[in-house]
């Protein structure tokens, strides 16, 4: 299972929000291009870079920024906020990103999304699917989380068929930063739902044991955050406990 530690860009700053809230915003340092290398020196392969300030304007903000990011450093980014158009996903890809992560396009657009995943390659595009849990029904959150889908998340998977899609992060908003562990219970749904998916856990991790955990419940890669910023464990503990 691949590891992603999670860059967050707010400002210029790495920060992490509660809940996904743009009012509950914990900054931790100023310089995301040292945090890459960090993360690097001790064997990260990939890292997950958001424009948050993109997600809540609903418009590329830091591309410029994390197109340096994805430069900097012999490590593979993955990274999205404010991808709204082809065009967003391209000038991310020329700038060095591995994989753009589409969000609310994937719910409200899904036949552009499959254009582009046509056009650009499934391997370099993944969807983010971030849920809120109502009833037991996991309902996809849109711009920033500040607006609820109309279509529930099983629903708008079926719009992406097996074989357009590859890669999907899915995030239990209401775990996301709060390190209460992930949604094991919808990963592995998702998994054996979408066996044809590699399924990305996000949202609350907070030791390595939910790493394993993830892995355990059939997905591909984990996204870390606040966990790592906070000394739960580092990078390099995941990677061995993974190994």
Not at 116 to 145: C, H, Q, S, Y
């Amino acid at each position: 299972m691949i590891v992603y530690p999670a860059i967050d860009l707010k400002d210029g700053g790495c920060v992490r929000l509660m809940h996904g809230r743009f009012d509950q915003v914990t900054r931790y340092d100023h310089d995301p291009a040292a945090r890459l290398a960090a993360f690097v020196d001790v064997g990260a392969e990939w890292v997950h870079v958001v424009d948050l300030d993109g997600a809540q304007a609903g418009r590329a903000v830091q591309h410029e920024l994390i197109g340096r990011l994805a430069r900097s450093a012999d490590v593979r980014v993955q990274s999205g906020g404010g991808v709204r158009s082809r065009e967003d996903v391209a000038a991310l890809l020329d700038a060095g990103v591995a994989r753009v992560v589409v969000g609310s396009q994937a719910v409200t657009a899904p036949g552009a999304v499959a254009d582009w995943l046509a056009e650009f390659g499934t391997e370099r595009i993944a969807l983010a699917l971030d849920v809120n849990v109502r009833d037991g029904v996991p309902m996809p959150a849109l711009k920033g989380w500040t607006e609820p889908a109309s279509v529930d998340l099983w629903a708008a998977l079926d719009r992406f068929p097996e074989g357009t899609a590859r890669h999907v992060l899915v995030t239990d908003v209401g775990r996301d930063g709060a390190l209460t562990g992930p949604n094991l219970e919808l990963l592995a749904d998702v998994v054996r739902r979408r066996p044809d998916l590699q399924v990305q856990a996000s949202g609350g991790v907070a030791d390595v044991s939910d790493l394993t955990a993830s892995r355990d419940a059939g997905c591909a890669g984990a996204i870390v955050g606040r966990a790592i910023y906070e000394g739960r464990f580092t990078v390099d503990q995941a990677l061995e406990a993974l190994r």
